[in-house]
């Protein structure tokens, strides 16, 4: 048990959303964080070394390299909203581009194990992952293997985030929603980001993946011992129908909100708000955001 006034390392992971693995990289390579031992060697964290967390968070949501954040919360320069390292990120798209290009999983699992070993999930997800999506989805149409390429880096991908989501959910302790993708979505890397940064907040997430029938979703609810939100993701135009009907009906069949990310929400704002959704297009930091902040204001009874 952690002595008054530390935190041990799962807790600080909960209060930051910084998970454990990245922290002890943070420590280990940049000595970032230097959090004190129990006898046994479990680490401990002061209240400080928690808000120093959220500031190097706070940076490298930015953009700003780990490796900077140190010497910027040192100088006094870590409320200043110039990202001073871009080309870190440009860097690592380049590379990775070019192992798909190639079809070269070692050198694009390098990269990827590096950088989601020194930033929180969303971080990489906002400056290299979401990105990437783009750039292949450009190649698709304009480069000759282009299909191949994203096909390619799908399989990557849904086998990584499985893997790393399915690894660490028995841990989470705090509030569940259900993840789907909208019908006629068949790519899950957006839905599976969304689960993972939920989870580094200490939500629970049940996720049921790609082209989920809408009418399905309320007999989850029933079955499952507590939902407590519903969170959509698309970027593609989902059937005729889906928004002004099946999703409404949704709405109305459930008790608790629902959420709709993605290109979709982008596209359709107005039409997922007259449902009675919420629209949290498609940054994850944001949207998480928007549903941390739905979930801690009481329902009123209408």
Request: glycine letters at 8%; aromatic letters at 6%; hydrophobic letters at 40%.
């Amino acid at each position: 048990m952690a002595e008054t006034g530390y935190y041990p390392i799962r807790t600080v992971a909960q209060l930051t959303g910084v998970n454990a693995v990245t922290l002890r990289a943070w420590e280990r390579r940049y000595g970032l964080i230097k959090p004190q031992r129990t006898p046994k060697g479990h680490r401990l964290y002061t209240p400080a070394d928690v808000e120093m967390i959220r500031e190097v968070r706070r940076l490298a949501a930015q953009g700003v390299p780990i490796s900077q954040a140190g010497v910027a919360l040192s100088s006094g320069r870590a409320g200043a909203t110039t990202v001073s390292g871009p080309d870190l990120w440009a860097d690592y798209l380049d590379t990775m581009v070019a192992a798909i290009s190639r079809f070269d999983e070692v050198r694009l699992d390098r990269v990827y194990q590096e950088a989601m070993a020194l930033h929180p999930v969303d971080v990489v997800s906002q400056h290299l992952l979401m990105p990437l999506l783009k750039a292949l989805g450009d190649r698709w149409d304009q480069t000759e293997g282009g299909i191949a390429e994203e096909h390619f880096f799908g399989v990557y991908m849904r086998n990584k985030l499985g893997a790393r989501f399915h690894h660490r959910r028995h841990h989470a302790r705090g509030r569940c929603v259900l993840a789907a993708c909208l019908p006629g979505e068949h790519h899950e890397l957006g839905i599976l980001l969304l689960a993972l940064a939920a989870h580094d907040r200490g939500y629970r997430v049940v996720l049921l993946g790609a082209d989920m029938p809408l009418a399905q979703l309320p007999y989850v609810c029933r079955r499952h011992a507590r939902i407590d939100a519903v969170v959509l993701s698309s970027s593609v135009e989902p059937p005729a129908g889906t928004l002004d009907r099946a999703l409404p009906k949704l709405v109305a069949a459930l008790s608790v909100p629902v959420f709709v990310g993605g290109q979709t929400a982008m596209r359709h704002r107005d039409a997922i708000e007259r449902s009675g959704a919420h629209a949290v297009g498609d940054e994850l930091v944001t949207g998480i955001e928007l549903i941390s902040g739905t979930l801690s204001t009481p329902r009123h009874a209408s």
